[in-house]
């Protein structure tokens, strides 16, 4: 494999330049394979995007309308979307030093660009805010849970930081709220395999197997039929805290893919997932001291979700 170039685009606005690799094919251009490769948007704006400069090699040439396909060379492009909804909920900055930042994600806040989501990111909003273009998340979180993220803001420090989550050198809790259930014998310990679900690509599930997933659960409180519960992820897989507490049966209020996938753009602001990433514990790599971070948010009141759950 060839090393990696830097990007020859800069950050714009907070976001950084898309990249895609040619593949081998007879395509007779450039512009013909971006066209194809990505139909969501028309040729018209790839022709405006290369005509304005905004479609770049790997070497800082700009790519021409009718320069011929040259596969496995790297094109850099600015993405783009039309009329992006802003979430109506902001990410607060908890603290920054040479090397790190941490912030508090607010719930439905995307961590880096994707699909409908490009300067609706914590990312591009930190970017934006902080003016540290070589801002990078070391781990991430789902776009439905709220709570700590922790960005690099140095690439020479940034494997060092990357490496204590590898390493599951991290200490990290959640909180969620779900229903109660007596027959659960807390504290407990849910082990289990994880894979990609075959019937959507948006889900996980549970199969038999050598387990990779383990969470430690444990009672915070309990009201009624509801109850709050602290989430201990011993291992990393996506979506691994939501697919745990459903198969105990105890479902993440507001959950919307799990234990029923319910269909997408239909995110309710007022009820968002009840899932808080509440702290970070670990050694900094850099400097050897002892790190600790707490989320300032807080879930909704076990009482608020009495009436939900009748």
Request: charged share 25%.
């Amino acid at each position: 494999m060839r090393p990696r170039r830097a990007p020859p685009l800069s950050t714009r606005d907070g976001v950084g330049p898309s990249c895609v690799a040619l593949p081998e094919g007879a395509w007779p251009t450039i512009a013909a394979f971006l066209v194809q490769r990505f139909p969501a948007i028309a040729a018209k704006v790839w022709a405006e995007r290369i005509v304005g400069g905004e479609v770049i090699d790997e070497y800082g040439v700009a790519i021409t309308p009718a320069r011929p396909h040259q596969p496995h060379l790297r094109v850099y492009y600015y993405r783009s979307l039309v009329d992006e909804v802003r979430v109506p909920f902001d990410e607060v900055v908890l603290f920054q030093d040479a090397h790190i930042v941490v912030a508090d994600k607010p719930h439905f806040l995307p961590v880096t660009p994707s699909g409908d989501h490009l300067h609706e990111t914590l990312l591009v909003r930190l970017k934006r805010k902080l003016g540290i273009d070589t801002l990078a998340p070391v781990h991430r979180i789902d776009r439905e849970t709220a709570g700590l993220v922790l960005f690099s803001i140095d690439p020479a420090t940034r494997g060092a930081y990357q490496r204590v989550f590898a390493d599951r050198a991290v200490a990290k809790a959640y909180e969620c709220v779900a229903a109660w259930r007596a027959e659960l014998a807390l504290p407990l310990r849910r082990r289990s395999r994880l894979v990609d679900d075959p019937s959507h690509f948006m889900r996980m599930c549970e199969v038999p197997g050598e387990p990779n997933a383990h969470t430690d659960v444990r009672l915070i409180e309990q009201h009624g039929d509801m109850a709050r519960y602290r989430l201990a992820p011993l291992t990393g897989k996506r979506h691994q805290l939501r697919v745990h507490c459903a198969a105990l049966g105890i479902p993440i209020a507001g959950d919307r893919i799990y234990p029923e996938l319910l269909p997408a753009n239909t995110d309710d602001h007022d009820r968002p997932l009840q899932l808080l990433a509440r702290s970070l514990a670990f050694v900094d790599p850099v400097t050897g001291a002892p790190r600790r971070f707490e989320t300032a948010l807080r879930l909704r009141p076990i009482n608020d979700h009495l009436s939900d759950h009748q």
